[in-house]
């Protein structure tokens, strides 16, 4: 008996599809990376069909990848052998609400705007905000982060406890309820940012915060990025509680204004953020104006107003369509690392004179409250001496982060795009991540190819009928 037979025995047919549409939708993520195609795609509703179609694929050794909605840009969705695509979007319901408790539990597959558009009825609200709609279990996998970070932290500061279906379909819990624990390992970081290499999410339960009673966002624009990226230490200094501070350079806010149809100025941009008591955030405000000034802001700019804090934060969210926009015919890719706040300056002007130095259309942008930032290129994959600039582009500033004790990745994870960098970044760690890997998944068909080089499933030829 063949394992798509095996497959079939309890999944409906409707749920299993060898489609060529549906295979080249999950052969690929939104980065620059190759596609490969996946055997068939398999939709499971629950636990226990996870840890079924699991057990199945142990058995024969077949590789298994998790699929959200493909919205990672290091090619963590990518079927690299073949194999199993596992799509979660079936499994999008929002089990439990528990406002005593600020937490909620869901389904891998609820995106990021329906849990919100939910919790919003309980006056509360789920923090991380990477931009992209994307479903939380694959926020959990990647660790994601995003413009709120600086305030509510990253994606595995919110987890509380994750059902996990391991390699050989067994069924765990990685944390509890409790708000803190002293008992055991720290299952909860293990798995958040494992990519789906490790096990496969059924559940999160996650921390939710209640609706700030005001917020107000603004802009302000000065001569340099070096001035912008000062007044982002400065405000974070003064112990002035942003919720949000994010650079745009002036050859992005160019890009904004075309794709936006705004008329900001074209200079280096902070989006700025408060949330709080109306008390409390007008006197952080006015401090926040005392220290643009004396810093020599060119202008700056407070919208109260809902629809007007809205527009300015699609248009920073829209960089990466601007972008695309703006550049008909390329592939956008966007760099990831993340500094020390005190190196984040020199990172970024080191960052804007390799642009140059390797004559790459592109321009940075960055949730720099917490040392954070992209470099969003527009490339041909189809040019491979421009390729082989994108590359060494990258290198350097991957390399300028890892030599002042930052990470290649501060949010999009490692995936394929990272994995050369790791040994660099861990060191001695790295064997150790191996061997939990090894341990957990001994057969390597979980996510194969992803995070560490020299790890993939050698293809192997099944009969799917």
């Not at 609200?125 to 509510?152: E, H, I, Q, R, W």
């Not at 006015?286 to 004396?294: P, S």
């Amino acid at each position: 008996m063949s394992y798509f037979t095996e497959l079939a025995a309890f999944i409906p047919e409707d749920r299993i599809s060898t489609n060529e549409t549906i295979l080249d939708q999950h052969s690929k993520d939104e980065s620059y990376h190759t596609p490969r195609l996946p055997d068939l795609v398999v939709y499971p509703l629950n636990a226990e069909e996870v840890s079924q179609i699991m057990k199945i694929a142990s058995k024969h050794k077949i590789p298994i990848v998790p699929f959200g909605l493909g919205t990672s840009l290091e090619g963590h969705v990518i079927p690299t052998d073949g194999g199993i695509s596992l799509d979660f979007s079936y499994m999008d319901n929002i089990i439990e609400v528990m406002p005593n408790d600020f937490l909620v539990k869901v389904q891998p597959g609820v995106t990021r705007s329906k849990l919100n558009q939910e919790l919003k009825k309980h006056g509360l609200f789920f923090s991380v905000d990477p931009g992209a709609d994307a479903t939380l279990g694959g926020m959990v996998a990647t660790n994601a982060s995003g413009t709120t970070a600086v305030k509510y932290g990253i994606m595995r500061d919110q987890v509380r406890n994750l059902e996990v279906v391991l390699a050989d379909g067994t069924i765990m819990n990685t944390g509890t309820m409790a708000a803190k624990s002293s008992s055991g390992y720290n299952l909860n970081g293990l798995f958040t940012g494992s990519e789906g290499t490790l096990g496969c999410f059924t559940e999160l339960t996650l921390r939710v915060y209640g609706i700030p009673e005001m917020t107000v966002a603004g802009r302000a624009s000065f001569h340099t990025v070096g001035e912008a990226v000062e007044a982002v230490v400065s405000i974070l200094s003064a112990g002035i509680q942003v919720a949000r501070i994010e650079l745009v350079d002036e050859i992005s806010m160019k890009q904004v204004n075309i794709f936006s149809d705004t008329d900001y100025d074209e200079k280096p941009t902070l989006f700025i953020e408060f949330h709080g008591n109306e008390g409390g955030l007008m006197q952080d405000i006015e401090f926040t104006k005392e220290i643009l000034a004396d810093l020599g802001t060119v202008a700056f700019d407070f919208e109260k107003d809902t629809q007007a804090r809205n527009k300015l934060w699609d248009a920073r969210h829209n960089v990466a369509y601007a972008y695309m926009h703006g550049y008909p015919g390329r592939k956008h890719m966007s760099t990831d690392v993340c500094l020390p706040l005190s190196e984040l300056p020199g990172a970024i002007e080191s960052a804007r004179s390799a642009l140059k130095k390797y004559n790459l259309i592109g321009g940075i942008v960055g949730h720099v409250g917490d040392g954070n930032y992209h470099t969003a290129l527009m490339v041909d994959p189809d040019n491979p001496e421009e390729m082989k600039k994108v590359d060494l582009f990258n290198r350097h500033i991957v390399e300028y982060a890892l030599e002042r004790g930052g990470s290649c990745t501060g949010e999009h994870g490692v995936g394929i795009g990272k994995r050369k960098y790791q040994a660099q970044e861990h060191g001695n760690a790295l064997p150790v991540m191996q061997m939990i890997k090894k341990a957990l998944d001994p057969d390597n068909i979980l996510n194969p190819g992803k995070i560490f080089l020299n790890e993939t499933l050698k293809s192997k030829e099944e009969t799917i009928n």
